[in-house]
């Protein structure tokens, strides 16, 4: 939406990444109240997990941090930062081969799913959505009230997407885009093997910047438009390069799906649906295959992120400064999204060159790419479930309402106003057992690839400093007071 | 996936060898390695069902010799845990008092 005319979002937006002004909706709900409390509950849990056996020492700070401790910023931030470099040296002892191996190797094979269940999750995946369309464009315009915004956001997004990871990827089956491309013979172009996946990382950044700049999550008919602007494009290429070239290739949703799918326990394969640990499969050598699908996985980390970090006032008033010279603000918001992107890449880049240096090794760097990139799935897994879990659970009644009766939804469709405090902090517990995971899949791919263990653990050095940043950083955006992006919402500038 | 694949499938991974350094390979899979220790665990890690008698020796050697230099970087470890630990301790407890 880059027409120039200021785009209508609310004051929320942008802060809860990839699910922003949804959360306008809880208005009813103080997101401030929850998330300072949250903050306390998090950091109590980082202690859990950080300071683990001194139970009576974290019990009593558990119960002690909502009213009494007041903890500054930075020592929150390095406190995270440092369980994370903690689990880096605890990983560190662990330098037995067979039993490494052997973590990542555990699992077996169960027969699939037969044909009358995946014609019928297909069939549910199109009505749900031709529904979603039809009550986005002819539902109530209210974000809130309306079936297709609650639908997508919370039902399919914080709850659907986390099934590709808690269990299994089910969405080449359910995928409603593929069904429908299905029904047309492929026109069988060939597609330019040497685009690569570039296609799925530039249609991710495109979906992203959508995301952030217009109202998906406030205006029902904007939303509705978006997906069927998309269902055309998907159909339209599905069918020009054929259905697997397609969703296997240049579709960022079903790429970024089954990613994530590659952390769960469960994936269908020819044989049948195998089962593992969740997230050991990542290390394996062939997840990810070029610089094209490296960029993919960073870029699903970076997006998180800049959406995060839009509403912070650190962006408000560099965006204001930025303005002030006379840039316009859209291309102020487009310049910095790219060169975020390409901060992180740099930053990976550099985490390589030093397990180059340090891992004695003549390994090239796009290898060393390939093989540490999954990990970051890891990292990108636990913000997903931290993101969404509060605003999924708070709102699922609305979603169970207001799908009962999506024409005439009542005008306060119920909400879970009072979760309980430990989902704040489980929400956090999530994103440092994500970096915790992402810790161990590097140390295990860095055990496959380094004859000798020392070279293996100080390979990781780069990996530890950049992922000790990153949580820094990570967690200042999510625990700082949310700020209304300027520009994007409504046009005038903050006080 | 079976075990072999996992281990094996992806082997050898690609290399890059700056200008001017003299690469130690492998005699088995041709895979060039910096030093000679490195050359001696890999091909005890990867060869070990095709190698002599001797260097199966020279690899038991130098996974022994591996585990001093482990042990000494544990030690530091156990350090750096050890003061993020109190570290962290001593600054809560400051403020909490």
Same mark, same amino acid.
């Given at each position: 939406?880059? $027409?120039?005319?200021?785009?209508?979002?609310?004051?929320?937006?942008?802060?809860?990444?990839?699910?922003? @002004?949804v959360?306008?909706?809880?208005?009813?709900?103080?997101?401030?109240?929850?998330?300072?409390?949250?903050?306390?509950?998090?950091?109590?849990?980082?202690?859990?997990?950080?300071?683990g056996?001194? @139970? %009576?020492?974290?019990?009593a700070?558990?119960?002690a941090?909502?009213?009494?401790?007041?903890?500054?910023?930075w020592?929150?931030?390095?406190?995270?930062?440092?369980?994370?470099g903690?689990?880096?040296?605890?990983?560190?002892?662990?330098t037995?081969?067979v039993?490494?191996?052997?973590?990542?190797?555990w699992?077996?094979?169960?027969?699939?799913?037969?044909?009358?269940?995946s014609g019928?999750?297909?069939?549910?995946?199109?009505?749900?959505?031709?529904?979603?369309?039809?009550?986005?464009?002819?539902?109530?315009?209210?974000?809130y009230?309306?079936?297709?915004?609650l639908?997508?956001?919370?039902?399919?997004?914080?709850g659907?997407?986390?099934? $590709?990871?808690?269990i299994?990827?089910?969405?080449?089956?359910?995928?409603?885009?593929?069904?429908?491309?299905?029904?047309?013979?492929?026109a069988?172009?060939t597609?330019?093997?040497?685009?690569?996946?570039?296609?799925?990382?530039?249609?991710?950044?495109?979906?992203?910047?959508?995301?952030?700049?217009?109202?998906?999550?406030?205006?029902?008919?904007?939303?509705?438009?978006?997906?069927?602007?998309y269902?055309?494009?998907?159909?339209?290429?599905?069918?020009?390069?054929? @259905?697997?070239?397609w969703?296997? $290739?240049?579709?960022?949703?079903?790429?970024a799906?089954?990613?994530?799918?590659?952390?769960?326990?469960?994936?269908?394969?020819?044989?049948?649906?195998?089962?593992?640990?969740?997230?050991?499969?990542?290390?394996?050598?062939?997840?990810?295959?070029?610089?094209?699908?490296?960029?993919f996985?960073?870029?699903?980390?970076?997006?998180?992120?800049?959406?995060?970090?839009v509403?912070?006032?650190l962006?408000?008033?560099?965006?204001?400064?930025?303005?002030?010279?006379?840039?316009?603000?859209?291309?102020?918001y487009?310049?910095?999204?790219?060169?975020?992107?390409?901060v992180?890449?740099?930053?990976?880049?550099? %985490?390589l060159?030093?397990?180059?240096?340090y891992?004695?090794?003549?390994?090239?760097?796009?290898?060393?790419?390939?093989?540490?990139?999954?990990?970051?799935?890891?990292?990108?897994?636990?913000?997903?479930?931290?993101?969404?879990?509060?605003?999924?659970?708070?709102?699922?009644?609305?979603?169970?309402?207001?799908?009962?009766?999506p024409?005439s939804?009542?005008?306060q469709?119920?909400i879970?106003?009072?979760?309980?405090?430990?989902v704040a902090?489980?929400?956090?517990?999530?994103?440092?057992i994500?970096?915790?995971?992402?810790?161990?899949v590097a140390?295990?791919?860095?055990y496959?690839?380094?004859p000798?263990?020392?070279?293996?653990?100080? @390979?990781?050095?780069?990996?530890?400093?950049?992922m000790?940043?990153?949580?820094?950083?990570?967690?200042w955006?999510?625990?700082?007071?949310?700020?209304?992006?300027?520009?994007?919402?409504?046009?005038?500038?903050?006080? | 996936?079976?075990?072999?694949?996992?281990?094996?499938a992806?082997?050898?991974?690609?290399?890059?060898?700056?200008?001017?350094?003299d690469?130690?390979?492998?005699?088995y899979?041709?895979?060039?390695?910096?030093?000679d220790?490195?050359?001696v665990?890999?091909?005890?890690?990867?060869?070990?069902?095709?190698?002599?008698?001797?260097?199966?020796?020279?690899?038991?050697?130098?996974?022994?010799?591996?585990?001093?230099a482990?042990?000494?970087?544990?030690?530091i470890?156990?350090?750096?845990?050890?003061?993020?630990y109190?570290?962290?301790?001593?600054?809560?407890?400051?403020?909490?008092?």
């Open positions: 939406m880059l $027409t120039g005319t200021p785009i209508e979002l609310t004051d929320d937006s942008a802060s809860y990444s990839w699910l922003p @002004s959360l306008s909706i809880m208005d009813r709900v103080p997101r401030r109240v929850v998330r300072t409390v949250g903050g306390m509950a998090i950091l109590a849990t980082v202690l859990v997990v950080f300071v056996s001194a @139970s %009576a020492h974290a019990a700070l558990r119960d941090a909502p009213s009494s401790l007041d903890v500054p910023t020592l929150f931030l390095t406190t995270g930062g440092g369980a994370v903690a689990s880096f040296l605890l990983a560190s002892f662990v037995d081969r039993f490494i191996r052997s973590l990542h190797e699992g077996g094979t169960l027969p699939s799913p037969g044909r009358v269940l019928l999750i297909k069939l549910t995946g199109v009505v749900l959505l031709a529904f979603t369309i039809y009550v986005g464009f002819f539902g109530p315009p209210t974000g009230r309306n079936f297709a915004v639908f997508v956001w919370i039902a399919w997004w914080g659907y997407v986390a099934s $590709t990871y808690l299994g990827n089910t969405w080449p089956t359910l995928n409603p885009f593929r069904t429908i491309a299905e029904l047309f013979p492929s069988g172009l597609y330019p093997e040497r685009l690569g996946a570039w296609p799925s990382v530039a249609g991710l950044l495109l979906l992203i910047w959508i995301e952030v700049v217009s109202p998906l999550a406030d205006d029902p008919q904007v939303l509705a438009a978006t997906i069927s602007g269902a055309v494009v998907t159909v339209i290429g599905a069918i020009a390069f054929g @259905s697997d070239t969703f296997g $290739t240049v579709d960022p949703l079903s790429r799906l089954a990613y994530f799918g590659r952390f769960a326990p469960f994936e269908r394969t020819e044989n049948g649906i195998v089962f593992r640990l969740p997230g050991m499969a990542l290390s394996e050598p062939t997840l990810v295959s070029g610089r094209d699908e490296v960029a996985i960073v870029c699903l980390l970076y997006v998180t992120t800049f959406d995060g970090f509403a912070t006032w962006w408000a008033d560099f965006a204001l400064f930025a303005v002030g010279l006379g840039f316009p603000p859209m291309v102020v487009f310049v910095s999204y790219l060169l975020g992107f390409a992180f890449l740099a930053a990976f880049w550099w %985490a060159d030093v397990a180059r240096t891992g004695n090794t003549y390994i090239s760097k796009d290898e060393l790419a390939r093989r540490f990139a999954p990990s970051l799935l890891a990292i990108a897994v636990g913000y997903h479930i931290s993101h969404n879990l509060g605003v999924f659970l708070g709102l699922l009644p609305s979603v169970l309402v207001v799908g009962a009766m024409l939804p009542p005008q469709p119920p879970l106003a009072a979760l309980p405090g430990w902090g489980l929400e956090l517990a999530f994103v440092l994500g970096h915790f995971i992402a810790v161990w140390h295990a791919a860095a496959d690839l380094f000798g263990r020392m070279e293996a653990i100080k @390979s990781q050095y780069g990996i530890t400093i950049v000790i940043f990153y949580t820094v950083v990570s967690l955006i999510v625990t700082t007071p949310i700020v209304e992006p300027p520009f994007i919402a409504g046009g005038e500038a903050p006080q | 996936m079976t075990k072999e694949q996992i281990t094996n992806h082997w050898p991974p690609e290399t890059e060898i700056p200008n001017g350094d690469p130690t390979v492998c005699p899979c041709s895979f060039p390695l910096p030093d220790e490195q050359l665990l890999h091909v005890g890690l990867r060869h070990y069902g095709e190698c002599t008698e001797e260097e199966k020796e020279a690899f038991r050697d130098a996974y022994v010799e591996e585990e001093k482990l042990n000494r970087f544990r030690i470890a156990l350090g750096g845990l050890v003061l993020l109190f570290g962290f301790l001593i600054i809560y407890a400051l403020l909490a008092g």
